[in-house]
């Protein structure tokens, strides 16, 4: 055999076939070897922006804390997101110690910064800048892979991607030429295409929908990239505290605000990494497809979760810069809605990969809920309702094992 190839027989079974294609040659190159699930050196220097990219989505939100700035500061992230997530998935079958895969990461991350750049006035002078940086990333990327797969099986399955992805461009597009009003409604457009493509199998007239079972993955390289991600998004909250605390003057009320933000952000890190809920090392069940059940916890569960965690670095600094001021129902809405995002999603990975939707999850989202509803009839300070946003998470941990089992994991 030809030390570059490898010839998956027709009767080779589906689990012990990277690719699951019959009696196809599949050069090497730019691939992964199949059994090779490490997470490369470049995938982790690619993340590197999207600190910055995170910090400047945090801050979106947070000079503009209306109705309308919460739209935008979302469609901006579901932007942000799906560039990552898209290329995390490629990552899955791409050979990262490739000199050509390394080049095409940089050429990437390059991208992936412009859009950084881009965030604070995306719906204003740097639109195009946002949209050119977007559009580049998930076209340059998906035509990559087509190349990599060329004839194979999964060449069709990017190219029908790609289809999708230069579908919802024209929307991006046309965004940065419409009024403002116009532009949020032909980007959030250009996202709706963006996340319902791959539930509708990237269908296209007269050639039909791939299916999720000829996008054989490693689930467990893609799980590492996700914690890897949500991590970032947490330490994006700690240097919010930090840069805050630097700034102000260190009163009773401002520690207690950092003490109370601080210990939010523990116990996010602490409920993430639980053994029974958490995104740890865990075997799918054997009667869920594995490409089926990734798809809804790591691309769509864990975009809420990642947001959730954002919003969460919101929230921080509000309280701590001003934790005695009335929390409005905005103010509220945000310090609450932090964990609330994270535990929607929390449910949905758990449904989605493991088959359950765990009850203490459900009960801590109707806690939120109510004191949401409490908070924004009375007037407490800004410090207050993030203690009691505090004390869900603290309370969740501690009533439902998940304090011993992280212990044991």
């Not at 919460?70 to 469609?75: D, G, K, P």
């Not at 009003?181 to 007239?205: E, K, S």
């Not at 009335?326 to 945000?334: G, M, P, S, Y």
Request: with cysteine.
């Amino acid at each position: 055999m030809h030390p570059r190839f490898l010839i998956i027989a027709k009767s080779a079974p589906a689990s012990d076939s990277f690719w699951r294609m019959p009696t196809q040659a599949l050069p090497f190159g730019v691939l992964r070897r199949r059994r090779d699930h490490s997470v490369g050196a470049i995938e982790l220097f690619f993340d590197l922006v999207y600190v910055f990219t995170i910090i400047q989505l945090s801050h979106y939100l947070l000079y503009d804390v209306s109705f309308r700035g919460a739209a935008e500061a979302l469609v901006l992230f579901f932007a942000v997101w799906w560039g990552w997530n898209y290329t995390a998935w490629a990552m899955n079958w791409l050979d990262p110690d490739h000199a050509g895969v390394r080049g095409l990461l940089a050429v990437l991350m390059f991208a992936a910064l412009v859009m950084a750049i881009a965030i604070p006035d995306a719906f204003a002078d740097s639109a195009a800048l946002f949209v050119g940086g977007y559009v580049f990333l998930q076209l340059v990327r998906s035509a990559f892979m087509v190349w990599a797969f060329r004839g194979q099986l999964m060449a069709r399955n990017y190219a029908q991607l790609l289809s999708w992805s230069v579908f919802a461009s024209i929307f991006w597009i046309s965004g940065v030429f419409l009024p403002d009003d116009l532009r949020l409604v032909a980007w959030i457009v250009a996202v709706a295409l963006d996340y319902l493509a791959p539930l509708a199998g990237f269908y296209l007239p007269r050639i039909g929908a791939t299916s999720m079972a000829d996008w054989p993955l490693t689930e467990e390289h893609l799980a590492e990239r996700n914690r890897l991600f949500f991590i970032i998004a947490l330490g994006e909250s700690i240097l919010v505290l930090g840069f805050t605390l630097s700034d102000i003057e260190l009163t009773a009320p401002t520690i207690a605000g950092a003490v109370t933000g601080f210990v939010t952000i523990v116990f996010l890190w602490w409920l993430y990494f639980s053994f029974r809920h958490g995104n740890v090392e865990r075997k799918l069940r054997s009667d869920t497809d594995a490409t089926t059940a990734a798809r809804g916890a790591y691309a769509y569960a864990h975009a809420l979760m990642v947001g959730g965690a954002i919003v969460v670095a919101v929230g921080i600094e509000l309280v701590t810069s001003h934790p005695m001021d009335t929390a409005d129902v905005t103010i509220a809405a945000i310090v609450m809605g932090g964990p609330a995002i994270y535990l929607v999603g929390n449910i949905i990975f758990n449904k989605t990969r493991n088959g359950v939707v765990p009850s203490s999850r459900v009960y801590a989202l109707l806690a939120v809920a109510g004191l949401f509803v409490i908070a924004g009839i009375a007037d407490f300070p800004g410090l207050v309702v993030a203690i009691a946003a505090m004390a869900v998470l603290v309370i969740l941990g501690a009533t439902t094992g998940e304090l011993r089992s992280c212990a044991r994991g």
